[in-house]
């Protein structure tokens, strides 16, 4: 029997396949993480980020999974007994629900139907000047519905003192990640 090459592809939202460059380039020497050449290779990359992502604002590399991100955000914005408004319309927005909950925040929930979007006037009825934070993701990829961020960010600007989405580079247009960055 011929033999075949056999290559395993992801159907993920993540982790992201990378270029040959790129593997190429992991697959090299190590660099010490306290050194000159290091500081200049994260400065470069957060540079080339602020680029892609579109935004002046601070970008932070965190070595964890998207949910480590997530667990970051609640554990740096909020702290227990901070009342917070959580969006949820699937996996994903349930883990910002048990995150927050587990952080001992007080959570206050927009949900929609799995595949659906939330209802901005439900979003602002819950805008009172007590929320601290709203956490959303920009697209829930565990439906493929991408949700509207800047809606959101336009609606809290006003109220709420600080908010965070999960965002999604290359998947949510630039311009309205950078409306929702400028709105912090
Ligand atoms: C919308 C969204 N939020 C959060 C996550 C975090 O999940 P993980 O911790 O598995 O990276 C993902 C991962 O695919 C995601 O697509």
């Known amino acids: 029997m011929p033999s075949m090459l056999r290559k395993t592809r992801l159907f993920t939202p993540g982790p992201t396949p990378l270029l040959p460059a790129a593997q190429r380039a992991m ?5 010490h993480h306290r050194t000159a050449e290091y500081r200049a290779l994260q400065q470069r990359v957060v540079a080339d980020l602020k680029a892609f992502i579109g935004t002046r604002n601070d ?22 007994g901070d009342k917070v408004l959580v ?26 139907e799995y595949g659906q979007t939330f209802l ?5 009825a819950k805008l009172d000047g007590d ?12 439906t493929g519905c991408r949700h509207d961020v800047e809606g959101v960010a336009r609606s809290c600007a006003a109220a709420t003192p600080c908010w965070w989405w999960m965002p999604s580079p ?12 400028a709105s912090t």
């Open 59 to 80: 970008v932070i590399l965190l070595a964890a999974s998207g949910s480590g991100a997530m667990e970051a955000a609640v554990s740096n914005l909020t702290s227990p």
């Open 170 to 181: 290359g998947w949510v247009p630039r311009a309205s990640m950078y409306t929702a960055a």
């Open 131 to 142: 929320v601290r934070a709203v956490y959303m993701q920009a697209t829930e990829s565990s």
């Open 27 to 31: 697959a090299a020497a190590d660099v």
């Open 120 to 124: 901005l006037d439900e979003v602002r």
């Open 87 to 112: 969006l949820t319309a699937g996996k994903f927005g349930e883990r910002w629900r048990d995150l927050t909950r587990a952080f001992g925040c007080q959570v206050e929930l927009v949900t929609a």
